[in-house]
């Protein structure tokens, strides 16, 4: 949502997991308001509802990492399509995959801004307005999911292939994608 700048709601949101992210967010200028707080099934987990709302995005000064408590290692690449539209540059230090910040720059061929500084750390400069084109996906699975994302806030028509590693990780995410307002369609071949 803060990628695409759409008004959605999502529900079952485990906020105990997601405080930190969202003070990120928020901090950009990420607009949001938590609709409804309950317990899961189990009573242990609190839950929330969350409807976003488009916003205009600022840069952090700081850098954006992952830590222990903090931001989640496996939610750190979803801050980079979210700084391709955060206007001034952005620092994101992803200590804890080696090479993983590789997979960022591939971003570039839809239009962003990402410099890579070493095999950890990119600065995004923003906003760009990213642009259609087709990419192969790379193996690693929140890699290959942010390129998606971009795509989706992309102008015109992508193509991203061997879509193995997202299909592994995210069961259906087409189909939930496309309720949303997302206009997937997957191409089988053999």
Known sequence: AATTGSSITINRCPIDFLELELLKLEKMGFKYKT?????????LTNLVDIQ??????????EKIHAMHPGINM???????????????QTLIHDWSYENRAIYYVELNKLGADIILADPHRVYINGP????ATEIICPPALR????ILIAMLAASGKSVLRNVYSINRGYEDLATRLNKLGARIKILRSF
């Open 35 to 43: 609709l409804k707080r309950y317990k899961a099934r189990n009573g």
């Open 52 to 61: 976003t709302f488009p916003s205009k995005l600022e840069a952090l000064e």
């Open 74 to 88: 496996d939610n750190l690449p979803f801050f980079v399509p979210v700084a391709t539209h955060a206007k001034g």
């Open 128 to 131: 760009t307005k990213l642009k």
């Open 143 to 146: 890699a290959a999911a942010i």
